[in-house]
């Protein structure tokens, strides 16, 4: 007869084992409440009042770690053998966990939870204070490296706004001090039998100041990667106005005057506006300068980012280096072909920000290979998790750090276009935009400045039945300068600049008539523009020049871009 003894006692020490279990309730809602990100509005006008809201929509939220990782995370980190014993994970509604497991696996799970919850919830405090300086002292300020010497009383410098935000890693946060300003864009008008119908179209733009930042703290918040696009823009008043006429036969006695009378007006704003993507690293408390020049001023952006608390016992914060949420918003670099360059748009905006240099599982693979730590686990939210001894998690730490100062050098470099006579000296030009931007060593940086003007392009008239409808089009011209560039470091002090400039110029306005009814003016502008895509290589600190053509303006004259890269 076999004996039952021993299947008996193991179904005791399983009832007993189970008996031991504990059922605990974890509220994870800081790990997996979605984090929705900002994005700042593209100043300037708008063409409906649909699309100035649509660019109040931000990326779309997502945690730090969603609930079934989380509960992955729990399950291959802490204990994993005792959740075939009868352990248990499940996520409930509102951000909690329920858990039923031994007292030390459930303090395992607290140490762990408390962690990530640390690492979940650093903030970096994003400040910028605005001014306006002079716009002769352009060359003083782009020469600035310190933040902290900036004597903005010796260069004349009036403050303008300030302004801060606490953002999540890698979560984009916008910040924005502007007006709205209401136009009239088109004027509709139809008289028949008698009556006079107006109806004019307002549309909106929006001036101030505008930023979104993407912070990235870099391992214990010791440093922080900002990611930075910076805007400034100001209607330029009175706004532009154009006024329509037509016969007076058409109109009821009461609407007649002697001669020619206004019928109606159409408002055309002239916008001027700076823009510019930034990518730099900085210390934690560390400021830098940014200076944006549109067509008439030079607006100076003094940008600060503090980071608060820092990564927690075997946490490390790596996901400079390889964030997810960064790398499906926005993808990586690609080639732009000329047709669909965003220089050429009527209203140019700077190209996005790219993707971390890492997959997160790739630099996993590379810190667990280089340093021997018990295993290397990157979260969704740029979080490595590692396992093994203190002394493997200094090795790793030693080694994140050397691959952030290979890949987050930082360059700034000033763009300068100048229009000279043929054949003169350098120092005879005068120069018609300067810019400067930073940028980590192989990633781009983009500026823009300059003004849109929007202009009465054509009209259409309809007569029927005795009516007559007057709908005026209008057109938009930029004028300034946009460029993309992006540096790469080389060995011996140089550095390779790949360029993308678009320097468009607009000739003055011109008038005539409709036709011999004075309908209305037509007011056209001619836009002359000048395009270069080229990589150069040159020393760091020493201007590069290099002919850009002809001016379209001038035939005597010639233009020349000037590139300076400096490396921090």
């Not at 003894?5 to 084992?17: D, R, S, T």
């Not at 593209?42 to 779309?60: I, R």
């Not at 310190?146 to 984009?172: C, Y």
């Not at 119908?197 to 391992?219: K, N, Q, S, Y």
Request: net charge negative.
């Amino acid at each position: 007869m076999k004996s039952l003894a021993g299947p008996l006692f193991l179904a005791l020490a399983a009832a007993v084992a189970a008996a031991q279990q504990d059922t605990r309730v974890f509220d994870v809602s800081t790990l997996t409440a979605p984090r929705p990100g900002l994005h700042a509005p593209l100043l300037g006008p708008e063409t409906s009042l649909d699309q100035y809201f649509s660019l109040e929509e931000g990326p779309e939220p997502w945690p730090f770690l969603d609930s079934d990782n989380l509960i992955e995370l729990i399950r291959s980190q802490v204990d994993p053998e005792s959740w075939d014993r009868g352990g248990e994970i499940l996520a409930a509604d509102g951000g909690l966990l329920v858990v039923r497991s031994w007292p030390n696996v459930l303090g395992r799970i607290e140490s762990l939870l408390r962690d990530l919850e640390a690492e979940a919830s650093r903030r970096t405090r994003v400040s910028f204070e605005v001014f306006e300086v002079d716009r002769e002292k352009y060359g003083e300020v782009a020469a600035i490296r310190d933040a902290a010497a900036f004597d903005f009383a010796s260069l004349g410098g009036r403050k303008l706004e300030s302004a801060s935000v606490d953002a999540w890693p890698g979560v984009r946060i916008a910040l924005k001090v502007t007006n709205r300003v209401r136009y009239v864009a088109d004027y509709d008008v139809e008289v028949a039998q008698g009556s006079m119908i107006a109806d004019p179209i307002v549309r909106f733009l929006e001036e101030g100041l505008a930023a979104e930042f993407t912070a990235h703290p870099l391992l214990d918040g010791e440093r922080v990667l900002l990611e930075a696009v910076l805007q400034s823009g100001h209607a330029v008043l009175p706004i532009r106005e154009v006024k329509l006429a037509v016969d007076e036969e058409y109109l009821p006695e009461a609407f007649r005057s002697p001669g020619r009378f206004v019928f109606g007006t159409i408002a055309l704003p002239q916008f001027r506006h700076a823009e510019a993507f930034v990518t730099r690293l900085i210390d934690s408390g560390g400021r830098f300068v940014v200076p944006l020049l549109s067509a008439d001023r030079l607006v100076v952006f003094v940008i600060e980012a503090r980071v608060a608390g820092g990564a927690a016992g075997r946490l490390l914060d790596a996901g400079a280096l390889c964030r997810a949420p960064i790398a499906r918003e926005f993808g990586f670099p690609r080639e732009l072909e000329p047709s669909e360059k965003v220089l050429l748009a009527p209203r140019p905006r700077v190209a996005p920000p790219v993707g971390p240099p890492f997959e997160g599982g790739l630099l996993a693979e590379m810190v667990y290979a280089a340093t021997g730590a018990g295993s290397a686990l990157v979260l969704s939210g740029g979080t490595m998790i590692l396992g093994g001894s203190e002394e493997a998690r200094d090795r790793a730490k030693e080694y994140l750090r050397a691959r952030e100062k290979e890949v987050f050098r930082p360059v700034t470099v000033e763009v300068r276009i100048d229009s000279a006579p043929g054949g003169a000296a350098e120092d005879a030009g005068r120069p018609l935009f300067a810019g400067k931007v930073s940028a980590i060593s192989g990633r781009t940086a983009c500026l823009m400045g300059g003004d849109t003007l929007n202009y009465l392009a054509d009209h259409d008239v309809e007569v029927a039945q005795e009516s007559r409808i007057a709908r005026p089009n209008v057109g938009q011209s930029f004028a300034g300068l946009v460029a993309n560039v992006t540096p790469r470091l080389g060995a011996g002090g140089s550095a390779r600049i790949s360029v993308e400039v678009l320097l468009a110029r607009r000739a003055p306005m011109s008038s005539f008539d409709t036709g011999s009814q004075c309908l209305g003016t037509v007011d056209v502008v001619s836009e002359k523009r000048t395009i270069l895509h080229t990589t150069v290589e040159a020393p760091l600190g020493e201007p590069c020049r290099l002919d850009a053509g002809p001016d379209p303006f001038d035939a005597a004259r010639r233009l020349t871009l000037v590139l300076t890269a400096t490396a921090e």
